[in-house]
């Protein structure tokens, strides 16, 4: 749960909101308050998003799903808006942290709590399939572990029987290593599925582990499809039911009410202690805002406000997770895309020269680590925390669905925060003295990324603005080796590989060019595990995508900026 910003709304129709909690792809999650004082969760589509199809006919669905689907396991419907933008909708306001959430904090679950936890999810899921309605994106941050016992949230991909997939093409519904391999293959959706992805969602809270491994979606999907679960250490007996579930032949999978009979659970689930005290972990609820607002109108306000363009992110612990969103939206034009154009004509000379002083300060650089298989150095893991100095460290990985199109020459998505108006930036090839479009040039080696904001000298005081730059292969990449994952080809819904963050205005001012160059001052840092050390673009030629973030911690930056190349074959 997070504060409301400035941007955000202070209602949503009548609604006050207290708070965010979260953000996905469609849209912002926030926590609001009814005229009465109930507290609702209330999802709203974002604004730059309101014409795609896709989007709207998602949207749709959901709220249909919710209105339809009643059971002590899912959050009811309130409220809704379909009408006209904004839209949005409202449910029952659920208090505790997600699975996920509460894993990370306490670690693997016992044994019989996993078994309890088995059996309520599958009567959950099983009244859900009453509905002829299946889930499709279970998972353990869409699970909240409240005190009444868990709640399943998020129908945003659910489907009714019948119904058609609503996805873009090289792109699968659902999540990495938590959807079934006849989804992931044939985009065949049933029952089945829903059990496959609650074996997957029991053994990450048996293991504390995400049950297919982790790394890039692609290979996470990869080993969904071909190989077994990670179940090591589990229960033998657990393990066998946990199995069970996620046999790769749908047709073998257990029934729900047998998985719920060999559970073989005595007592409630909310009379577990273990249970009990994770439902305790649940943020405290704020109960007015945290800003002055006027009261709020008695019809909804269809004004037109501009909402917050919301990051893809992986939301905090105890985070609401809303489905991701799949595909193009409509792209706002920004006036100052002028200016970074009239910035790839700034010189590139100094380049050599800032790079090795940040390498002497301890940035960039190979560190002296190992070789990858891709042949590019590594590098030790980074420091989760602030570095000394205050800089953050290094960008985390997450979701970003952002992609830049040579022929279109522009990204997919809008930048979640607006620079300023002098911002720009520089894309060229290191070993040429000339730089060039980038539009045009075709990079087979490195890329040399640079970045100024040609301020006024009154913005000389202004605090730390840490910028970090990501740089995306047009493909998911398999770590093993360097290359995209051999049959499984689909567009990167990764944020990438990052650059240690730079104060845009630290140095010898704003009007100073910061340089750093692809492959050699990027990594790809995945939760939990070691630094991956970026690929040679000739590892895989196409459209890469480039954007700049203000990064303000590992896990908290938004983009600025977006633009990109095409690597040679």
């Keep these: 749960m997070e504060a409301l910003r400035e941007r955000d709304p202070a209602h949503i129709g009548a609604y006050t909101l207290l708070a965010r909690l979260g953000a996905g792809g ?13 507290l609702v969760a209330i999802k709203v589509i974002r604004d730059e998003i309101t014409d795609h199809p896709e989007a709207l006919a998602r949207f749709r669905r959901e709220v249909e799903t919710a209105r339809a689907v009643r059971s002590a396991y899912t959050a009811n419907l309130i409220d809704a808006s379909l009408d006209a933008a904004p839209y949005w909708l409202a449910t029952e306001y659920v208090s505790g942290p997600t699975l996920g959430g509460a894993v990370a904090e306490r670690g693997a679950l016992p044994p019989e709590t996993c078994r309890g936890l088995f059996a309520a999810l599958a009567e959950g899921l099983a009244a859900v399939h009453e ?3 299946t889930h499709r994106d279970l998972k353990p941050p869409n699970v909240i572990l409240a005190a009444q016992g868990p709640q399943l949230i998020d129908f945003g991909i659910a489907r009714g029987a019948g119904q058609t997939a609503l996805t873009e ?20 959706v ?3 599925a829903d059990v496959f992805a609650l074996g997957a969602t029991i053994a990450y809270a048996a293991t504390g582990r995400p049950p297919f491994g982790r790394g890039e979606p692609a290979g996470v999907s990869y080993r969904a499809v071909h190989e077994p679960i990670d179940l090591a250490g589990v229960e033998p ?34 009379e577990d202690p273990s249970y009990g005290g994770l439902a305790a972990l649940g943020e405290s609820v704020p109960q007015t805002p945290p800003r002055s607002v006027p009261s709020a109108p008695a019809a909804p306000p269809l004004g037109s406000y501009e909402l917050p363009t919301a990051s893809a992110s992986t939301p905090g612990a105890y985070g609401y997770t809303p489905t991701q969103l799949s595909g193009p939206a409509r792209r706002r034009t920004r006036p100052w895309m002028v200016a970074v154009a009239m910035g790839l004509a700034v010189g590139v000379g100094a380049a050599f020269v800032l790079l090795q002083q940040e390498q002497d300060k301890g940035g960039g650089g190979d560190e002296g680590g190992g070789k990858s298989p891709s042949g590019a150095a590594s590098s030790p893991s980074s420091s989760s925390g602030a570095e000394k100095g205050g800089a953050p460290a290094y960008a985390g990985d997450k979701i970003d669905r952002n992609l830049w199109d040579s022929v279109k020459g522009q990204c997919n998505l809008p930048y979640e925060e607006r620079p300023s108006e002098k911002f720009l930036t520089s894309i060229a090839d290191p070993a040429d003295p000339e730089p060039k479009d980038p539009a045009t040039i075709r990079f087979d080696d490195k ?18 603005f840490y910028v970090t730059i990501s740089v995306k292969p047009p493909h998911d990449i398999d770590p093993s080796t360097g290359k995209p994952v051999e049959g499984l080809l689909s567009a990167n819904a990764n944020v990438g590989y990052t650059s240690k963050p730079v104060d845009l205005f630290g140095g010898d001012g704003p009007t100073e060019w910061k340089y750093v160059t692809y492959p050699d001052d990027f990594r790809n840092h995945p939760q939990g595990l070691d630094p991956i050390s ?16 203000h990064i303000r911690t590992p896990d908290d930056y938004s983009s600025i900026m977006c633009t990109g190349f095409t690597a040679s074959k």
């Design 190 to 192: 049933g029952p089945a």
């Design 237 to 270: 007996e657990l393990a066998q039911l946990i199995e069970a579930c996620v046999v790769k032949d749908p047709a073998a999978r257990p029934a729900l009410a047998e998985v719920i009979v060999r559970c073989g659970v005595r007592t409630a689930l909310v």
């Design 26 to 38: 469609m849209g912002q999650v926030y926590l609001g308050r009814s005229p009465g004082g109930r």
């Design 534 to 549: 970026a690929i040679p673009l000739i590892n895989d030629p196409g459209d890469w995508t480039v954007q700049f973030h």
């Design 169 to 188: 093409a090289g792109s699968g519904p659902g999540t990495p290593g938590f959807t079934a391999p006849e989804v992931l293959i044939r985009n065949e």
């Design 131 to 133: 509905h002829d309605v």
């Design 447 to 464: 890329v040399e990324i640079g970045f100024a904001d040609m301020a006024t000298s009154a913005q000389d005081a202004k605090e730390a």
